[in-house]
């Protein structure tokens, strides 16, 4: 099956797409990967015909799969002795998590997708890393947490990687910090942690001890969610005035993204805005009638991405709600759809990489 | 400066004689995502240079580390 246009949108610029070429590449490569999974997921097909859906017209018009089928079914378009890689979700005690079967084409295709949307955030030097949670997130190799998971895709971005926290308690490693800031003073670091993590163990560890630590033009990335930190009243630019203040962050990136379509990572940019690469894209529906939504009108958020072939995860409804802030038009320069998320929907089940702590010892 | 079979050998904590050039990434459990990173930094200590994130991507097989490695003027 030819797959032209899939392979022609992931080559491409990840921010360099104006909506009309998009549109087109894209949504040829979204038509490519429907045809693709009817053929090769029986369960993906059956839907499909009982839906009647024809060859979709464009982006809006790809059939999207509500995200939590992946916890229901096992979802493939590859035979057993192709999947070389089963992703499961941060699903939480009680909770069915999902799971995504890769292939070596789709994996690699998110390791190269990923590489590019990172790197246009700090650059191709791989910067000195400090990790923000503790080394025994990645020591089981067999059987890695979404978390875990996450910290190694994000290390290949940086060298001389350094753990902030303790295993024992996940107490501050004060030594390794200030051995990591006396080392490499005067170059800028990179830092990556979940969220939750950063906050609790150690952006408000930080405070609590009154420590302030100075990484003039550091970069932090982070990610999972916001759940646990709007109960804790902890907004966004609270979060990101802390971490420049208090860790020295100079920059401050959020970005939005799901196992469920790994490789496909929505960042926040210089501007508080999160962008939807060239080979990905964000719509927001009316929940009443699935309508397609404008810029500013809130909805639920729908993800595409030209990434999952092994998977027939190209077009998924999230439970999250969110709204559209503009297209081709952010300050920062990056073309494509900017959105802000808003929050999960009601009656969606309690999930994120921000829940993996608390109920599972990490 | 050690052979490039060695520095795989023992990064990955497999058999030197096992180091074939069409060895793939993710194709044995030794040589998985860890594992993977453990090997970048020995071959930037064994070389004495800095691989970007676009190389320790590409680096999917024996034969494609020692293409990227010529990219830095290494032959090994």
Request: glycine share 8%; net charge negative.
């Amino acid at each position: 099956m030819s797959m032209d246009a899939r392979d022609a949108v992931l080559a491409a610029h990840p921010f360099a797409l104006d909506a009309a070429e998009k549109g087109r590449l894209l949504g040829a490569a979204l038509v490519e990967l429907t045809a693709h999974h009817a053929a090769n997921c029986p369960e993906y097909g059956r839907i499909l015909a009982a839906e009647r859906a024809g060859v979709p017209a464009g982006i809006s018009d790809v059939p999207f799969l509500p995200v939590r089928l992946f916890k229901e079914l096992a979802l493939k378009s590859i035979p057993d002795d192709q999947i070389f890689k089963t992703l499961t979700s941060s699903g939480t005690t009680g909770q069915v998590p999902s799971r995504i079967f890769l292939d070596t084409a789709t994996a690699q295709a998110q390791s190269r997708a990923l590489a590019a949307i990172t790197t246009n955030f700090i650059g191709k030097d791989r910067r000195p890393m400090l990790i923000i949670d503790h080394p025994g997130v990645v020591r089981d190799r067999t059987s890695f947490s979404a978390r875990g998971a996450g910290i190694l895709g994000m290390m290949t971005y940086g060298r001389a990687h350094t753990y902030a926290l303790n295993d024992e308690d996940m107490g501050l490693n004060l030594d390794a910090i200030r051995a990591f800031a006396e080392t490499h003073a005067g170059k800028p670091i990179f830092a990556f942690g979940f969220t939750f993590m950063v906050w609790k163990y150690f952006l408000s560890a930080l405070q609590a001890a009154d420590i302030t630590l100075d990484f003039p033009g550091s970069v932090l990335i982070h990610s999972g969610g916001w759940k646990k930190l709007e109960d804790e009243a902890v907004s966004n630019d609270h979060f990101k005035s802390v971490a420049r203040h208090r860790a020295g962050f100079e920059f401050v990136h959020n970005f939005y993204g799901m196992v469920e379509q790994v490789g496909s990572v929505f960042m926040e940019c210089e501007h508080g805005r999160l962008h939807a690469p060239g080979f990905a894209d964000v719509l927001v529906r009316d929940p009443l009638d699935w309508r397609v939504l404008p810029v500013g009108a809130e909805g639920i958020i729908q993800v595409v991405s030209a990434i999952p072939l092994s998977y027939p995860g190209h077009s998924l409804l999230t439970e999250d709600r969110g709204v559209l802030t503009g297209e081709d038009d952010c300050p920062c320069g990056r073309r494509g759809k900017t959105f802000r998320v808003l929050g999960r929907i009601p009656a969606a089940e309690m999930r994120g990489c921000s829940d993996t702590h608390t109920s599972r010892a990490a | 400066m050690k052979p490039l079979a060695d520095v795989f050998a023992e990064s990955l904590m497999i058999d030197a004689a096992s180091v074939t050039d069409d060895l793939a990434y993710q194709s044995i459990k030794e040589w998985d995502s860890v594992a993977h990173m453990v090997l970048v930094t020995a071959l930037e200590d064994n070389y004495e240079i800095m691989l970007d994130a676009d190389d320790i991507v590409a680096m999917s097989s024996v034969a494609k580390v020692r293409e990227i490695l010529a990219k830095y003027d290494v032959t090994a």
